[in-house]
């Protein structure tokens, strides 16, 4: 059989003796290909690298939420296996008086909370960060409802949908963990803190390199300009909670043997992250040595309880 002669077989009758419905589907085809490629073109020309930036605390925020429900979950088999062994020596009923008043338990239990957390300056501290994380969730609330269409009149984007839904998400996960650091109980509130310092800082960096860098160039100008004063209270939120509180907010004292902790633990053991790295905490016996002659050693911070001769040994 001569395969150059016969036409089906030769190259060039190849797209002339196609049928018309495979060359339908071909150019259909070749059509949608086409399509495809420039819709992925626009979806990543429509958010840029500086809209991104916003997006990063939402993939935080998320990936937190996974950490911090396995976190929970080996939270809860601690505690149950805690409640579960049986107790060394039960309290005599006759130890306890037989009617407390209620406001004294009351009293004394929001006491053991306050003296659990480290103290009422700690206490107030979170109290700051959670009122500055509600004022930023509604703040975002309001900035999604004035951006998605509600008083404009161009229909928004769909990047600008997802950017301000995931900002607002975010800005309510952090203000639940914020509520938590202050009602939960110390191991549990100090985990809460961590996720809520990660998301906050990230948030406040984002910001920082959207409105706060083009100040100090002369070519840059803030990207959230048109937010007006709502941006500006926004940033000195987000510095009060991402940045002034974690850095002056005094530290839970942890001893070094739980079942023997010190009644008055050194200051460095407690002292804000700023000053442990300033050497704050010695400013009041540098002040004390200024005005005597000499130090005696009750005038000296007290020791910490891991330099204590027998926890070295």
Known sequence: MDTGRDPFFSHSSWSVNLPGTAQYVFAQAHKAGNQSVSVLSAARDEIDFADSTLLYPVGVAALSVLVLLVQLAFHLRTQRNAYTK???????????????????????????????HGGAVIIAFNLVRSGSTLALLGMSMYSATKALGHTATLEPQNSQIVIHVGTCITYLYASALSIASVLSGPILSTTVVRHLNCILVLEWAAYAYRDLWPLATFTLEPIDLDEGALLWTRLALLTLSAVFVPLLIPRLYIPFDP???????????????????????????????????????????????????HNLM
């Open 86 to 116: 049986p107790a060394e020596s039960e309290p005599s009923p006759l130890a306890e008086p037989l009617h407390a008043p209620e406001e004294s338990e009351n009293a004394s239990a929001l006491a053991k909370h306050v003296k659990e």
């Open 259 to 309: 079942e023997n902790p010190w009644p008055d633990p050194h200051p460095e053991q407690t002292s804000s992250i700023l000053s442990l790295w300033l050497y704050i905490w010695l400013d009041p016996t540098i002040r004390l040595a200024s005005r005597v002659e000499h130090l005696t050693i009750d005038m000296l911070p007290p020791l910490a309880d891991y330099d204590e001769a």
